[in-house]
């Protein structure tokens, strides 16, 4: 149990980095300019689920770091935060491989590595607790 423990803590690093990569997103991905050829609303709501994203992002991070021993233990709550956790990371890979632009992917290259290699990890570590069993 101490191994998965372990990897949590760096599960809740590696969502602090995601989440830190969002600060520099803007600028990268030129959204003042692409958003300016959107409606006020479309606009809106973009900025407002990215915020709520990134806020995700950083909540599995602070209950990943408060609270590795009970995601670790297989029992009740923990075992179905760290199986939501799974899945919402296990599904974000998929996006990034094949939804978004492969143009953007290969321009961007290092990102799309760690973004795809740090989503496979995540659903891995967290779904490596959610089978945990319980002493």
């Known amino acids: 149990m101490r191994a998965l ?3 949590l803590w760096l599960a809740g690093l590696v969502q602090v980095a995601i989440a830190s990569a969002n600060l520099f997103l803007p600028a990268k991905l030129k959204y003042r300019d692409n958003l300016a050829r959107v409606s006020p609303i479309i606009r809106q709501i973009f900025v407002v689920h990215s ?3 990134v806020g995700v992002v950083l909540l599995f991070a602070v209950l990943t770091f408060g609270f590795a ?3 670790a233990s297989g029992r009740g ?3 179905f935060l760290a199986a939501a956790i799974s899945v ?6 998929p ?3 094949l939804y978004y632009d492969v143009a ?3 321009e961007n290259r290092l990102g799309d590595i760690a973004f795809t ?3 496979l990890f995540l659903a891995a570590t967290y779904g490596a607790a959610s089978f945990a069993q319980g002493l």
């Open 95 to 97: 996006v990034q491989l």
């Open 51 to 53: 915020v709520y994203i």
């Open 69 to 71: 021993g009970e995601l």
């Open 104 to 106: 953007l992917r290969r």
């Open 77 to 79: 709550l923990g075992r």
């Open 5 to 7: 423990v372990l990897l």
């Open 88 to 93: 919402f990371w296990l599904l974000r890979a």
């Open 117 to 119: 290699v740090g989503a």
